[in-house]
């Protein structure tokens, strides 16, 4: 049972092959004409990006839908071009608090593997706090399913 | 973010709160792991614990409220045992994380191929 072993994780790690080199992925990242055009759910009708890319700048994405407005927002923490971009990020999905996103980028021949991390999750403090106790409970409780 | 994500997470965040603080405690862990077993009385759950009954009985009330535990009276005894749902919303509410950065991750891998073709387009 996976799913169950993934409620104990404080993070999400995601790994990705791009058909590209990494400033490509770099610069589709950290350009504000890019990522309004990927970035967006299929429902955005427009997209306003504002990137202060530099150590401590502030970034801004705000999605129009047809109902709501999603606003992103964060810090850059990390900027190493072509290599990893560290940004806090902030939205209703994370309750408004901040977590912390890390895209690591690392050359495959002509393609680029991006490993992203999404830490410090709301509710993560408690999760982080599990113990091998804890770990022990959710092995027993997927045999249990199982 | 799709509007029913951002519901969804909404929806789950006070629950899951619950199930988080529920369990930060060893104690209450370990009530858990014993439940996973079996059902237990409240008597004979209390009976392992270097602790009074009351306080044993606390922490049963704190699993109960995050929907954890369910407790079933039959004739005198208070019978406890396991409720598995929450554990299964908490694995749910990372999944929507992981859900949005694959469509966002899929969203760039086409972008940068139509870029690529673009580029080559240009060239010819």
Not at chain 1, 124 to 141: C, M, P, Q, R
Not at chain 2, 79 to 85: F, G, N
Request: hydrophobic share 40%; glycine share 4%; with cysteine.
């Amino acid at each position: 049972m996976g799913e169950i072993h993934a409620a104990t994780q404080a993070e999400i790690r995601i790994r990705k092959l791009l058909p590209a080199s990494p400033q490509e992925v770099f610069d589709a990242w950290t350009d504000p004409e890019s990522l309004k055009v990927w970035f967006c759910p299929g429902d955005t009708m427009r997209t306003e990006a504002e990137l202060d890319l530099r150590v401590g700048g502030q970034y801004r994405i705000v999605m129009h839908a047809e109902k709501t407005d999603y606003i992103h927002t964060g810090e850059y923490c990390e900027i190493l071009p072509a290599q990893r971009l560290v940004f806090t990020w902030r939205s209703t999905m994370t309750h408004n608090e901040d977590t912390l996103v890390t895209v690591e980028l690392y050359p495959r021949g002509d393609q680029t593997e991006l490993v992203l991390i999404h830490e410090r999750l709301p509710s993560a403090d408690v999760a982080a706090s599990y113990n091998a106790g804890w770990l022990t409970i959710v092995e027993k409780f997927a045999a249990y399913l199982r | 973010m799709a509007p029913k994500l951002n519901r969804m997470v909404e929806h789950q965040n006070t629950n899951l709160d619950r199930t988080y603080a529920a369990l930060s405690d060893p104690t209450r862990r370990a009530i858990l792991s014993r439940l996973m077993q079996h059902e237990a009385r409240v008597t004979a759950l209390a009976e392992p614990f270097d602790m009074s009954f009351n306080a044993v009985s606390k922490h049963v009330r704190v699993l109960e409220r995050a929907g954890l535990v369910r407790r079933e009276i039959r004739g005198r005894e208070h019978y406890l045992s396991l409720d598995a749902t929450p554990l299964m919303e908490a694995s749910e509410w990372i999944d929507t994380y992981r859900a949005f950065w694959d469509k966002r991750l899929g969203h760039l891998e086409s972008f940068l191929r139509r870029n690529k073709t673009g580029k080559k387009e240009r060239t010819v």
